[in-house]
């Protein structure tokens, strides 16, 4: 056994022949030089000894090193080595006791406790340990004289990394250190092992994947420095629990048939065995992601038949305690595809409302690759709808053809086609026939929706959007105004484009104020992530944009227009009445903004969605209109983006019957003020009267009738 006064004897480490400065940690050591312990705990390859190397040779004061072997679980001899190590140091001042998870013997581990308010005044001790260290931690803590260092704190992150691997003399571009450092969970021992592995078979420029995907040496360094410390039952146990996503006690005894799993979690834990807690309480846990690729993999290899059992008891408790989207998760895994179809059906709505989308495109791209449309009217016409929302009219199509098979004849079990509306709505929505026919579908799908139900809710927006688009703006608004206070009643998305349809047909009535409150009521009522991924949010975007510019706000209007746009790849055809009309609101706002690239961009896209889809009633009729307005727009006239924002309030009351002295009344402005700021906006539309102004305002829809 060594000891050593200020510098430690040379450190085995991992293949290492460079050290990755830990600079954050360093200063977080250095700023807690007054508190009486320094606790750096962690699992195997956490480079804790590293970074007591690297403290010592960066911080001035004396330190005294004793590396704790089997020896030292002997109170005689432990006190012993200590008195000797400190007695070589005047005065202590840091003693540092590293691998103190080595002591297993209660009065060893009771002299070391006793050690913390022992030590010399100024003096501090450092101890590293692969699991939790037996100190008195909670009183410490409480105290304020305790730093603790965790696994967490010493993972390397992305550019630690790439001094290591750069130290290994590998090319890997950021996006794969980027890679590296998510499967490693930037555990300093991985990293270097597939460095050394790759510097090894001399690949220079290396997948970021590969270096630790069927890595020999990454797999027996888990092996024999993580793996054979535990013995075969405990072995079996986490091998067992790879089929695991997350864990707990009662899942795991319900998976694996046994009791006592919640107290063995929290041991493997407190032990540095790779077992990461994910709450405060420690109900749930999760194996390092390395680890559980390497005992999934082989028990998959040894016992795929046992994987499956597993993950179908997995996927059943998570049903029964309220966790679908794992019990889906579980079943798919396990090949249950009976199951899986039954838990999407009954979990998508949720996942959907949640935000989720990615989660839903994963369950429904697995259920269509296991040919599961063809069997699941349910699953069918959900996959139709996340399709269209997502943009995939192709797709949405392949899906819907799935629900028609079922629809006329050939049912399997199972199959049947929900007599709720939905199949109506679904044909509703696509409007591949039609906006009168959309109106019909819709029509249709509200007498046979439940009441209060989302199809109902649903079935209510297409008919107001139907009515809206034939030219039946009162049908609309009522149709509208139910689907609004059903949708949030219901918390779904709906409400969103119901109140944004609303807001159109206020400002068409010449109503801004409703308009802006009923847009308003609908952004309070968005998620964050409905209003940046869902096309739902699109319309509500551009009728914003549209509001701002009426108040004088252009950068503002500019902003929305931008949330917008960028929804737009997703709008296709199928969504075409949403689609289009999304693109009119664009269109309009790029014309009052004198954009004309813009404006002329987006009416080619309006162009293109009325070649597949004709028939949309008033929508072609605006499109035209629109196409009229750019053309008549003079080269170099200027619209709201230039006008002030005094300048654009005075141009709502342009278009009354006010006089320039009564407007300089509502604005508490004189009338000379009035007059100039009218000139200026005259002179910036290229006109030379009220009368032309207000024109040319409307045209570029500053102004209604």
């Given at each position: 056994m060594?000891?050593?006064?200020r510098q430690?004897?040379?450190?085995?480490?991992?293949?290492?022949?460079?050290l990755?400065?830990r600079?954050?940690?360093?200063?977080r050591?250095e700023a807690a030089s007054h508190?009486t312990?320094?606790a750096?705990s962690a699992p195997?390859?956490y480079?804790?000894?590293t970074?007591?190397?690297?403290?010592a040779?960066h911080d001035?004061?004396?330190f005294g090193?004793?590396?704790?072997?089997?020896?030292?679980?002997?109170?005689?001899v432990l006190?012993r080595d200590?008195a000797?190590?400190?007695d070589r140091?005047?005065?202590?001042?840091?003693l540092?006791?590293?691998?103190?998870?080595l002591?297993?013997?209660w009065?060893?581990v009771?002299a070391?406790?006793g050690l913390?308010?022992?030590?010399?005044?100024?003096?501090q001790?450092?101890?590293a340990?692969?699991?939790e260290?037996?100190l008195?931690?909670?009183?410490?803590?409480?105290?304020?004289?305790v730093?603790e260092?965790?696994?967490?704190?010493?993972?390397?992150?992305?550019q630690?990394?790439?001094?290591?691997l750069?130290?290994?003399?590998?090319?890997?571009?950021?996006a794969?250190?980027g890679?590296?450092?998510r499967?490693t969970?930037?555990?300093?021992a991985?990293?270097?092992l597939?460095?050394?592995?790759s510097?090894?078979?001399?690949?220079r420029?290396?997948?970021?994947a590969?270096?630790t995907r069927d890595?020999?040496?990454?797999t027996?360094?888990?092996?024999?420095?993580?793996?054979?410390r535990l013995p075969s039952?405990?072995?079996?146990?986490?091998?067992?629990?790879?089929v695991?996503?997350?864990?707990c006690g009662p899942l795991?005894d319900?998976v694996l048939g046994?009791?006592g799993?919640?107290?063995?979690?929290?041991?493997l834990?407190?032990s540095?065995?790779?077992v990461i807690?994910l709450?405060?309480r420690?109900?749930?846990?999760?194996l390092?992601r390395l680890l559980?690729?390497?005992?999934?993999?082989?028990?998959?290899?040894d016992e795929?038949a046992?994987?499956r059992?597993l993950?179908?008891?997995a996927?059943?408790?998570?049903?029964?305690?309220?966790?679908p989207e794992?019990?889906?998760?579980?079943?798919?895994?396990a090949?249950?595809?009976?199951?899986?179809?039954?838990?999407v059906v009954?979990?998508?709505?949720a996942?959907?409302?949640?935000?989720?989308?990615?989660?839903?495109?994963?369950w429904?791209?697995?259920?269509?690759t296991?040919g599961?449309?063809?069997?699941h009217?349910?699953?069918?016409?959900l996959?139709?709808?996340?399709?269209a929302?997502?943009?995939?009219?192709?797709?949405?199509e392949?899906w819907?053809e799935?629900?028609e098979?079922?629809?006329s004849?050939g049912?399997?079990?199972?199959?049947?086609?929900?007599a709720?509306?939905?199949?109506?709505?679904?044909?509703?929505?696509?409007?591949?026939?039609?906006v009168?026919r959309m109106?019909?579908?819709?029509?249709?799908?509200?007498?046979?929706?439940?009441?209060?139900s989302a199809p109902r809710?649903?079935?209510?927006?297409?008919?107001g959007?139907s009515?809206?688009v034939?030219g039946?703006?009162?049908?609309?608004?009522?149709h509208?105004?139910?689907?609004?206070?059903?949708?949030?009643?219901l918390?779904?998305?709906?409400?969103?484009v119901?109140l944004?349809?609303?807001s159109?047909l206020?400002m068409?009535g010449g109503d801004?104020r409703?308009?802006?409150?009923l847009a308003?009521r609908a952004?309070?009522?968005?998620r964050?992530?409905?209003?940046?991924?869902y096309?739902?949010?699109?319309l509500?975007?551009?009728v914003?944009?549209r509001?701002?510019?009426?108040?004088?706000?252009?950068p503002?209007a500019?902003?929305?227009?931008?949330?917008?746009a960028g929804?737009?790849p997703?709008?296709t055809?199928?969504?075409p009445?949403?689609?289009?009309?999304v693109r009119?609101?664009?269109?309009?706002n790029y014309?009052a903004?004198t954009d004309?690239?813009?404006a002329?961009?987006?009416l080619?896209?309006?162009?293109s969605?009325?070649?597949?889809?004709?028939?949309?009633g008033?929508?072609?009729?605006?499109a035209?209109?629109l196409?009229r307005q750019?053309?008549a727009?003079r080269?170099?006239t200027?619209g709201?983006?230039?006008?002030?924002a005094?300048?654009l309030?005075?141009?709502?009351?342009?278009?009354?019957?006010?006089?320039f002295?009564?407007i300089?009344?509502?604005?508490?402005?004189s009338q000379?003020t009035?007059k100039?700021q009218?000139?200026?906006?005259?002179?910036k539309?290229?006109?030379s009267?009220?009368s032309?102004?207000?024109r040319y305002?409307?045209?570029l829809g500053l102004?209604?009738?």
């Amino acid at each position: 056994m060594d000891t050593v006064t200020r510098q430690p004897p040379p450190i085995p480490h991992v293949g290492a022949d460079a050290l990755v400065p830990r600079a954050a940690l360093l200063d977080r050591l250095e700023a807690a030089s007054h508190t009486t312990v320094a606790a750096i705990s962690a699992p195997p390859g956490y480079g804790k000894t590293t970074l007591l190397t690297q403290w010592a040779e960066h911080d001035p004061r004396p330190f005294g090193w004793l590396t704790i072997d089997q020896h030292d679980n002997d109170p005689a001899v432990l006190l012993r080595d200590i008195a000797v190590t400190l007695d070589r140091i005047e005065p202590p001042l840091v003693l540092v006791l590293d691998d103190l998870h080595l002591l297993q013997r209660w009065d060893c581990v009771e002299a070391v406790a006793g050690l913390v308010d022992q030590l010399p005044a100024g003096s501090q001790l450092a101890v590293a340990s692969r699991g939790e260290p037996p100190l008195p931690l909670a009183r410490l803590r409480a105290e304020g004289r305790v730093l603790e260092v965790g696994p967490d704190d010493l993972a390397m992150g992305q550019q630690e990394a790439t001094t290591l691997l750069e130290q290994a003399e590998l090319d890997v571009d950021p996006a794969g250190v980027g890679e590296l450092v998510r499967r490693t969970e930037g555990w300093p021992a991985a990293l270097q092992l597939a460095a050394s592995s790759s510097r090894a078979r001399n690949r220079r420029g290396a997948d970021a994947a590969a270096l630790t995907r069927d890595d020999a040496f990454l797999t027996d360094y888990l092996h024999f420095v993580v793996l054979s410390r535990l013995p075969s039952r405990l072995v079996g146990f986490l091998t067992r629990c790879a089929v695991l996503d997350r864990m707990c006690g009662p899942l795991c005894d319900a998976v694996l048939g046994r009791t006592g799993s919640a107290d063995l979690l929290e041991w493997l834990t407190r032990s540095g065995m790779l077992v990461i807690p994910l709450d405060r309480r420690r109900r749930w846990y999760r194996l390092h992601r390395l680890l559980r690729e390497l005992l999934r993999a082989q028990l998959e290899r040894d016992e795929p038949a046992l994987a499956r059992r597993l993950r179908r008891r997995a996927a059943e408790w998570c049903e029964r305690n309220q966790l679908p989207e794992a019990a889906v998760d579980y079943a798919m895994a396990a090949g249950d595809g009976e199951r899986a179809a039954r838990l999407v059906v009954e979990a998508a709505p949720a996942t959907y409302n949640a935000g989720r989308l990615s989660t839903l495109q994963r369950w429904f791209g697995r259920l269509e690759t296991d040919g599961v449309a063809d069997r699941h009217a349910g699953v069918a016409l959900l996959g139709a709808w996340l399709n269209a929302l997502d943009g995939h009219p192709a797709a949405a199509e392949r899906w819907t053809e799935a629900v028609e098979r079922r629809s006329s004849g050939g049912r399997p079990a199972g199959g049947t086609v929900p007599a709720d509306g939905r199949l109506a709505l679904l044909e509703a929505a696509l409007c591949r026939h039609g906006v009168e026919r959309m109106r019909t579908d819709a029509e249709t799908a509200l007498r046979q929706a439940p009441a209060g139900s989302a199809p109902r809710a649903a079935a209510h927006l297409l008919a107001g959007i139907s009515a809206m688009v034939a030219g039946d703006p009162s049908a609309a608004d009522h149709h509208l105004a139910d689907a609004a206070q059903l949708g949030e009643e219901l918390g779904g998305d709906i409400a969103l484009v119901a109140l944004a349809e609303r807001s159109i047909l206020a400002m068409g009535g010449g109503d801004w104020r409703q308009a802006e409150l009923l847009a308003e009521r609908a952004r309070l009522r968005a998620r964050p992530e409905w209003l940046e991924g869902y096309v739902t949010s699109a319309l509500l975007h551009a009728v914003t944009a549209r509001l701002a510019i009426h108040r004088g706000d252009a950068p503002q209007a500019r902003s929305h227009l931008g949330r917008a746009a960028g929804l737009c790849p997703k709008l296709t055809y199928a969504l075409p009445h949403l689609a289009v009309q999304v693109r009119l609101e664009l269109a309009r706002n790029y014309l009052a903004l004198t954009d004309v690239g813009a404006a002329k961009a987006t009416l080619r896209e309006v162009d293109s969605l009325l070649w597949r889809r004709p028939r949309l009633g008033g929508l072609g009729r605006q499109a035209e209109e629109l196409r009229r307005q750019l053309g008549a727009m003079r080269e170099g006239t200027i619209g709201a983006s230039s006008l002030t924002a005094a300048e654009l309030r005075l141009l709502r009351l342009l278009g009354t019957h006010y006089s320039f002295r009564e407007i300089g009344e509502q604005l508490h402005l004189s009338q000379h003020t009035v007059k100039s700021q009218a000139m200026s906006i005259y002179r910036k539309f290229g006109v030379s009267s009220r009368s032309q102004a207000i024109r040319y305002a409307r045209d570029l829809g500053l102004l209604v009738q």
